[in-house]
């Protein structure tokens, strides 16, 4: 025979369901907020059994579209959170091997253009969570793990005064990456603590002033004398980076 056909696809029912529901979700037909039919009633307009609904509603709430809100039988569509899918894509990157180069160039190409963005976009109020974020590092004495996370919380906070939620998704998942070797450096190399509190400081100057220019050189700066650090805490580059990043939230908690 010269013609030969690929076997079908054989889809779970209730992966069909989900599919259905999140094509709704994901086309803003169903809001977020709205409750869904209970679980007799979605059997009946599917024609599935009870079981299958339910099956398929777990899997749309594994992906953070639906969600169980307290005091209620029926599920709500919801948003996922932004920590939540920034966790999975540093999971993902995990499993490809990424090292702490990656890692560390990612951040060169996207950190630099994102302070220029956030000096530009920035209102009183994200100046003054970045103003708090960069004390909040200052007063870390002796404890490292809150000096890692305030200094991650710095780069968030930089991030969310661009207003474009695009570019906080693409920053999340690498600093949830970078925060492992970032904490040995500091605890390896005794000038690390003012290098990054210089950074901080310039940086909040540039964004106060709204100096596009001088927000992307000091970030790049920043990101440059990383490399640095990671030299002489002797951090190979080419280590892979460790799930310890990935088992903690987007605040630096187990």
């Given at each position: 025979m010269s013609v030969e056909f690929a076997r079908l696809e054989i889809e779970p029912a209730y992966r069909k369901v989900a599919a259905a529901i999140g094509a709704r979700i994901l086309s803003?037909?169903?809001?977020?907020?709205?409750?869904?039919?209970?679980?007799?009633?979605?059997?009946?307009?599917?024609?599935?059994?009870?079981?299958?609904?339910?099956?398929?509603?777990?899997?749309?709430?594994s992906r953070g579209l639906v969600q169980r809100r307290p005091g209620s039988k029926l599920m709500s569509v919801s948003r996922p959170h932004h920590e939540a899918v920034a966790q999975r894509v540093s999971h993902a990157l995990l499993l490809h091997d990424v090292t702490v180069r990656n890692v560390w160039e990612a951040l060169t190409i996207l950190e630099p253009p994102l302070a220029q963005a956030a000096a530009r976009a920035r209102t009183a109020q994200d100046l003054g969570h970045l103003e708090a974020a960069a004390r909040a590092f200052g007063a870390c004495a002796a404890d490292t793990a809150e000096a890692v996370r305030h200094t991650a919380e710095v780069f968030r906070c930089i991030g969310r005064a661009t207003h474009n939620p695009v570019?906080?998704?693409?920053?999340?998942?690498?600093?949830?990456?970078?925060?492992?070797?970032?904490?040995?450096?500091?605890?390896?190399?005794?000038?690390?603590?003012?290098?990054?509190?210089?950074?901080?400081r310039r940086l909040t100057e540039a964004l106060a002033a709204r100096d596009e220019e001088s927000a992307r050189t000091w970030m790049a700066r920043h990101i440059r004398d990383f490399r640095k650090g990671y030299e002489l805490a002797g951090i190979e580059?080419?280590?892979?980076?460790?799930?310890?990043?990935?088992?903690?939230?987007?605040?630096?908690?187990p």
């Open positions: 803003r037909a169903l809001r977020d907020g709205e409750r869904l039919p209970p679980e007799t009633e979605l059997a009946r307009q599917f024609g599935v059994n009870r079981s299958t609904v339910r099956e398929a509603l777990r899997e749309l709430e570019l906080g998704l693409a920053q999340e998942p690498l600093l949830q990456l970078l925060e492992p070797s970032l904490q040995v450096m500091i605890d390896k190399v005794p000038q690390a603590r003012s290098r990054i509190a210089t950074a901080h580059l080419e280590m892979r980076v460790t799930a310890r990043a990935a088992s903690q939230s987007a605040h630096g908690r």
